[in-house]
């Protein structure tokens, strides 16, 4: 649609590896007009004859959503974003196998740029409050995908300028405001669920400051409602190469909590106690 716009990017890998939705090589015209190889021969060289596509290290991928939350896939089939990211390393893992060039592991991925557009300053931005509680749920979902590598943060200030034109997803304003996911962007905490009738829920956090190999102790701390204060329940220990902490924690009640290591804090998340069925 023009080389300025953005390209789906299923279709794109798809077109890449000459392969069609089922993962089946194009044969005939449909081949032709994109370049890829029409017959048998050619088919079984595609794989020598394009070692960037079969020997790359990793594939690099931007899956923004910019305002709606990490949780709601998008409408088209062909686009990924944080939400439906396992159909981007699904579409690379069939094009690969379908070559006879499985990848053990998977193709690592790299989301080299990530961000969410506040309001304000873009009226068409989620709140500063929804940026924070994405941004952490964002990183919990690349935290699970077993094929992510790095996840990078797009920007560190707001752009300014022409808004609309501009990227305002910084964890600072232009003239240096700290936003609520500046906080949350150095202690991320995530929850998958937060309500319970008994048990424990699951929580997990990034002590992202740690020093590399240092198992960062990070308290999870709960606060009652209709209280001001808080209380430790359990102390998770993060693992030494990344500083995530990921656990189970039993909580008394409804209440909010929260998780401390050291002079930080995360944001606050309510979990919810109901009624036993």
Not at 109 to 115: H, K, N, S
Not at 143 to 157: A, D, K, S
Request: contains cysteine.
């Amino acid at each position: 649609r023009g080389t300025t716009r953005g390209i789906d990017p299923l279709r794109f890998i798809r077109s890449l590896y000459c392969v069609d939705r089922l993962a089946r090589p194009l044969r005939g015209a449909t081949a032709s007009a994109l370049g890829c190889p029409a017959d048998a021969a050619g088919q079984a060289r595609f794989a020598a004859d394009h070692p960037a596509l079969f020997d790359a290290t990793g594939w690099a991928h931007h899956p923004y959503e910019l305002t709606l939350s990490p949780h709601r896939a998008p409408l088209h089939r062909d686009w990924v974003t944080i939400a439906n990211l396992p159909r981007l390393t699904t579409t690379l893992a069939r094009a690969l196998r379908r070559y006879g060039r499985s990848r053990p592991g998977g193709l690592p991925l790299y989301l080299t740029e990530f961000g969410y557009q506040t309001n304000p300053p873009d009226r068409f931005g989620v709140t500063w409050a929804q940026q924070a509680a994405y941004l952490n749920e964002s990183e919990f979902r690349a935290y699970v995908n077993p094929v992510v590598r790095t996840l990078g943060q797009f920007l560190l200030r707001d752009d300014g300028g022409d808004i609309g034109l501009t990227f305002q997803s910084g964890l600072m304003t232009e003239r240096g405001r700290r936003k609520p996911s500046y906080d949350a962007f150095e202690l991320p905490v995530y929850l998958p669920r937060t309500s319970f009738a008994s048990g424990r829920l699951r929580v997990w956090g990034l002590a992202r400051c740690a020093p590399n190999g240092h198992a960062a102790a990070v308290a999870v701390e709960f606060r009652p409602r209709r209280s001001a204060r808080w209380r430790a329940l359990a102390t998770l220990h993060a693992d030494g190469g990344y500083g995530y902490v990921d656990g189970r924690v039993r909580f008394p009640g409804s209440g909010v909590m929260r998780l401390r290591w050291g002079d930080h804090t995360s944001r606050e998340v309510s979990v919810r106690r109901t009624p036993p069925r």
